[in-house]
């Protein structure tokens, strides 16, 4: 082999390589983490997202602030990740101001930010570039809920494309397949779930229940769960059937609320309250066919709680008033104890990445 065609050989070989080799993205600052969504006073529009590395015992206050110089101008009732971008979920106390605010994900920068909505409450992925917000519409003059509807989103123009009528006081969503299961909080004077077809975004069917139900998980099994009153649902999201009925009843005001999975999914937690008489938590497996609200897991009353699957740990957080920062507990879950770290006004949610 003469010398110019062992320069040719080696010239392609490095060519190949330099084509098969792609540089790896930089790390960004919001990468991973977990992402304490305070809601804030609502009368002082001043709600935040804190950023708790996880091991770290402080958190970093208001990085919509920090990224864009400017605050986010509402309370924050929700924060969704997807495909790369965020979404920030805003409700502001004066009317005609709500917002969808769209960041970059990873950086916390602003990309835009979708006006036409109206009460929004809960914000998941339902396709590639596409997500589904759940919004309350315009309250009556009376407080009373209007026909809710479901905003859908083009995550490539951010732009809403399509509203779609679902129950009054549409609250809490899951995704099941080609299918979104919205429910409705128990205020609204409704008591079902609607069906969505997520491809055609048309409403098929309504599942009926005894109440109103705003809290909605997806196990292991596909199955999905919710609480009504003082009873948990498992339903079938094939046949639209309830397929078991279990009751927390106890000689007490609390009513479950707030559900969390563990990161197999085969573990339900859950808070166990009432305004008069505080709280705790509780938790049951997926295949039980009781749930004991007798000896609690955590004895504490919460505004938040979620469980981190990366490192298998109880979130919860801890509103002391609306006037001053909140608490984020951290807890195994055997319901001792790890530690707690400052957060801001309200922390209502958490979303682990």
Known sequence: MNFRKLSLLSFISIALFSCETKEAEPAQPYDTGVFVINNGNFFDNNGSVSLIKRDSTKAVIDIFQKENSRTIAGGIIDYAVI???????VDNSTDGQDAIEIVNARTFKSEGRIKEVENPRNAIKVAANKAYVVCWDVLNADYSYKPGYIAVIDLLTNKVTKKITVQNGAEGIVVVGNEAFVGNNAYSGKSEISVIDISKDEVLSKITLKGGTANLIVDANNKIWCSVSKEFLRINPATKAIEATISTETATDKVPGMLALNANKTTIYFDYSHWSTGGEIYSFNITDATISTTTPLIKR????????????????????????????????????????????????KFVFK
């Open 83 to 89: 495909d790369n971008k965020g979404l920030i979920l």
């Open 301 to 348: 009353t919460f505004s938040a709680l979620g469980f981190d699957a990366k490192e298998g740990i109880i979130y919860t957080g801890v509103t002391p008033s609306y006037k001053q920062a909140g608490y984020v507990f951290r807890y195994r879950p055997t319901g001792v104890l790890i530690d707690s770290v400052k957060a801001e006004i309200a922390p209502i």
